[in-house]
């Protein structure tokens, strides 16, 4: 089933948690909110829910206004942050919930209900678990049971709240992956709110970038990381080194030249932000011809797949580059190395919000 | 039996020396005189019991005692939950002066508490004025005793079940509705499941409370043998007659009563931390 939010706005007091905002999602997609706390991710999908009445604008769910729709009737599954299990049911009689409080008319009998936890606790690989109690499990397994309590209503929509945000790392990775594939398998139009861009980027089919109750971006994993709309999301995706600086608008693609020279005030020049990510800054120990920042080596972390390296520059920007570790062990820098700095590739925000004008 | 000693180091020191008080304090203030009662009831023949306990002015005492207890309870069990939901779930101008007057009956002399009472039931009083154009007798009748026994037994329902309900996380109810359960289904299935036993607990201390309460209720009774005579009343006429035997055997049975509230209250309270751990 399709969602289409249409400017919607929510405000809690005198906090606008959400300014308009309008955003589909298509049948079937798995779709991600993302931004940090205060964005107003998770109203967007309780409004979504009917958790949350949107003061202005509507939710339609298949092209049919749902906005006054009571939560009971919009046949969505809601799974919470934390979990909201049933402590004093079993894990059987909390997925069971959905299915023993129907009208009576619809309601499955004893058996086929039977039959339908036991498919589900299948599903999210609790079979053996029906008995014990929610106080009884782990982080993980009670996220599974959750999961599962929600798909037994058999929902049009499935809405995550953080589902893996009070999980420990490693859970975290596992479970992602997992409701990948569990979503391809049942392909229920699913939307989860996360503030882990890292989630986000690697489960789904598109990534909702929102900041300050507005959705920044909306589009593919690969094309937000690649081509951010706006500083904010640049910023958000992961790490990056930000130079300020005033830019000629009238030739948006600078040079590495005009990072080196934070006075130099080009005529018609504007200010803006030169974002650049960290493995797309070059690191040499001696001058190779090409425009470069002089720095020294602040800090090396060398333990992982990449090694960072923090370099002082000599304007006093504290800048973060990502190396291989062949070209680490080539280099043969340590701590107080003098090295130049070549940016590859980099991004131009104008702090004024005006886009670009190439 | 493991003693503390043998563990690890306690925070406080002294363990022979505060052992040996609390058991010391417990025998002055409780065990002696309990055992005494036992011990004064069993100067009594079977024969004598039996007829203290059969005489229908102490089986009316012992009914309108327990009755009255159990209606003033049952009726704080609801009233108090419905008090403890609003203190716990809303957010109005006053609630802690509420969240206050809670208390009061705790507070409060008791026989402060039956003399407001009894002004204000009496026929002439305020409330008890217009309840009489309407036919009911509320002081001097036993709809007198179950005022007086729910004002002194309010607190005990609200004062458990308030901290439970403020342990539920909202997401329980959003759940539930989510799941499709309309607000009466929420109720039942999740959220009283939740607190019962602490609504539970509440309502035998009430009872017990209820039961034992003397200084209220005397003033709002009337204190008519066989009608609106209660237990502890019966026991202090009885004492006053010099009737000391006469007076434990009646007291007897208050006194194992008490125990079986407290054994309840004991299991309830197992119950609860079985059937709802974290």
Known sequence: ?358 | MRFARSGRRSVIPGFRLTMGFSVLYMSLLVLIPLSTLGLWAGRLSWQELWTTFSASRTLAAYRLSLGGALIAAGVNAVFGLLIAWVLVRYRFPGRRILDTLVDLPFALPTAVAGISLTAIYAPTGILGGLLDKAGIQAAYSPLGIIIAMAFVSLPFVIRTTQPVLQDIDREVEEAAATLGANRLQAFVRVILPAILPAVLTGFAMAFARAVGEYGSVVFISGNMPGRTEIVPLLIMTRLEEYNYPGATAVALVLLVLSFMMLLAINLLQAWARRSAPV
């Open chain 1, 1 to 358: 089933m399709s969602i289409e939010v249409a400017n919607v706005t929510k405000r809690f007091g005198d906090f606008a948690a959400l300014k308009e905002v309008s955003l589909r999602v298509n049948a079937g997609e798995l779709v991600a909110l993302l931004g940090p706390s205060g964005s107003g991710k998770t109203t967007l999908l309780r409004v979504i829910a009917g958790l949350e009445a949107p003061d202005a604008g509507s939710v339609l769910f298949e092209g049919e206004d749902a906005t006054t729709r009571h939560v009971r009737q919009r046949r969505v599954g809601f799974v919470f942050q934390h979990y909201a299990l049933f402590r004093h049911m079993t894990v059987f009689e909390n997925v069971a919930f959905g299915l023993r409080v129907r009208p009576r008319r619809v309601r499955p009998t004893r058996a086929e209900i039977r039959s339908r936890v036991s498919e589900l606790l299948r599903l999210v690989q609790l079979e053996g678990f029906a008995r014990r109690y929610p106080s009884q499990l782990s982080g993980g397994q009670r996220q599974r049971v959750a999961l599962a309590r929600a798909l037994a209503v058999e929902p049009k929509v499935l809405l995550l709240d953080e589902p893996f945000g009070a999980l420990d790392a490693k859970v975290r990775q596992e479970l992602r992956r997992w409701l990948r594939r569990l979503h391809e398998e049942i392909h229920v139009t699913s939307v989860f709110v996360t503030h882990d861009q890292d989630e986000a980027l690697e489960v789904a089919d598109r990534v909702v970038v929102m900041n300050a109750g507005c959705i920044e971006q909306v589009g593919t994993p690969e094309d937000v990381f690649q081509n951010p709309a706006s500083a904010f999301v640049m910023n958000f995706l992961g790490t990056v080194n930000v130079f300020h600086r005033r830019v000629d608008s009238l030739t948006p693609e600078i040079d590495a030249v005009e990072i080196q020279c934070p006075d130099e005030l080009p005529a018609g020049s504007r200010p803006a932000r030169i974002f650049v990510r960290p493995h797309n800054l070059e690191i040499n120990t001696h001058a190779t011809g090409k425009p470069s920042l002089r720095g020294r080596v602040q800090f090396i972390n060398a333990a992982g797949p990449q090694v960072k390296v923090e370099v002082l520059t000599e304007f006093g920007e504290v800048l973060q580059v990502e190396t291989s570790q062949e070209r680490y062990q080539a280099l043969n820098i340590t701590k107080g190395s003098e090295v130049y700095v070549t940016p590859k590739e980099m991004r131009v925000f104008f702090d004024d919000g005006r886009p670009n004008s190439a």
